[in-house]
């Protein structure tokens, strides 16, 4: 899937504190439609962490 290459990135991890998930998505965003189309489109500044499955 697209972006799943930022979902293990250990650098990333401690944005999760304050922005869930947030910070994945909008990287996949960026990904997806190139820098003008995500500056041009919606950014997310928080997104709740899927639940963790037991």
């Known amino acids: ?5 930022f979902i293990d990135c250990k650098k990333l991890k401690f944005l999760e504190k304050g922005h869930g998930v947030a910070h994945i ?3 996949k ?5 190139g820098v ?9 500044w928080y ?3 899927p ?3 037991k």
Request: proline share 4%; glycine share 10%.
């Open 47 to 49: 997104v709740k962490p």
């Open 1 to 5: 899937m697209l972006g799943d290459e």
């Open 51 to 53: 639940a963790k499955k």
């Open 29 to 33: 965003r960026l990904k997806r439609n």
């Open 25 to 27: 998505k909008n990287l």
């Open 36 to 44: 003008r189309g995500f500056l041009e489109g919606k950014r997310d």
